[in-house]
C-alpha cells in the first residue's frame, strides 16, 4: 500500500487558532511539513512556537482548525493514538528511569507497545533477546561507553541522547523535538545537532528551537511565527533575509 507515501506531506495543519480566555495564542496557522525533511518552528518569545507545537502533538486541542497525519485528521485523536499512527513527540513517552541503566531504559522502551502498558514481568532470559536491538540503538545515539550507567549519572546532554534513543525504540516515522539543545553548552549542542541529522534519515522531524545556528545548520526549511500567526516560511537563507524576521528577533535573544 504506497498511498500514504504518495501524500507528500506527513502533517497538514489547516486554520490552526487557540484560544486562552479570549485571547488567542495562535492564529489561523497552516502548516504543511513535507515527508522526510527537518522542519523548524522558530519565532520571539511569545510568538506562539510552543503552543503551535503542543497543537500538532496533541498536547493541546485547538479551538479551531484542522490537522492530518498522512492524510487522516486527527484533530481530536489523543496523544498516545497519535503515537501509534508513527507521530512520536521525544520526552513524551521516553521520560527516562533515573535509577535503571542506559541499557535498561532502551530495553523497556523496545518492549512496550505505544501507549501505558509496562511489561516489567517478562523474563530475564527473553529481555536479553532485546539487548541486540537496544545496543544497536544506544551505538546510534553515540551511548555505547555509557551503557552500564544509570541514567541520572548522565551529563546532560547524553541525557537528552538517551530520551531520543528510548524514543527511537517507538520506530516513529515522525519525530517531534521541543528546543532539543536548551541548555547545553556548545559541545553538547554540536553533538546533539549531528544526532538529530543522522535519525533524520528516512523519518520527518519537527523541532522547536531556539539557538539560530542549530536551525541554519539542519532545517531544510523554517516557519517563522510572531504574535501567534506566521510571519514567513522557507529555508534559511530566504527566511534570515527578511526584513520582518530580523525585525522580530532583534533584542529579544533569539538569534544568539
Known amino acids: 500500500m ?15 487558532t487557540k484560544e486562552f480566555k479570549g485571547f488567542a495564542a495562535v492564529k489561523n496557522v497552516d502548516l504543511r511539513i513535507r515527508r522526510h525533511t527537518i522542519h523548524a ?28 497525519l498522512n492524510g487522516r485528521d486527527i484533530t481530536r485523536t489523543p496523544p498516545a493514538d497519535v503515537a501509534r499512527l508513527g507521530m512520536v513527540r521525544s520526552f513524551q513517552i521516553s521520560a527516562t528511569f533515573p535509577h535503571l541503566t542506559v541499557l535498561e531504559n532502551v530495553r523497556i522502551a523496545l518492549q512496550r507497545p505505544i501507549g501505558n502498558s509496562f511489561h516489567f514481568w517478562q523474563s530475564e532470559k527473553s529481555l536479553d533477546a532485546l539487548n541486540d536491538r537496544a545496543m544497536e540503538l544506544i551505538a546510534d545515539v553515540d551511548l555505547t561507553q555509557y551503557a552500564k ?25 515522525m519525530l517531534l523535538l521541543d528546543e532539543p539543545t536548551s541548555g547545553m553548552g556548545r559541545e553538547d549542542i554540536a553533538r546533539t545537532a549531528d544526532l538529530i541529522k543522522r535519525v533524520s534519515a528516512n523519518r520527518t522531524i519537527l523541532m522547536v528551537e531556539h539557538n539560530l545556528s542549530v536551525v541554519a545548520n539542519l532545517s531544510d526549511r523554517i516557519t517563522v511565527l510572531a504574535r501567534g500567526e506566521i510571519l514567513t516560511e522557507g529555508p534559511y537563507a530566504e527566511v534570515s533575509k527578511n526584513p520582518q524576521v530580523i525585525e522580530a528577533y532583534m533584542g529579544t535573544g533569539g538569534a544568539h
Open 41 to 68: 518552528l522558530i519565532g520571539p518569545n511569545g510568538a506562539g512556537k510552543t503552543t503551535c507545537f503542543n497543537l500538532i502533538t496533541k498536547f493541546l486541542e485547538p479551538t479551531r482548525g484542522t490537522i492530518k
Open 2 to 16: 504506497d498511498s500514504v507515501s504518495d501524500v507528500p506531506y506527513i502533517v497538514e495543519a489547516s486554520g490552526l
Open 149 to 173: 550507567h544509570l541514567a541520572v549519572e548522565l551529563p546532560y546532554g547524553r541525557k537528552r541522547a538517551l530520551e531520543i534513543a528510548t524514543t527511537l525504540a517507538l520506530e516513529p516515522e
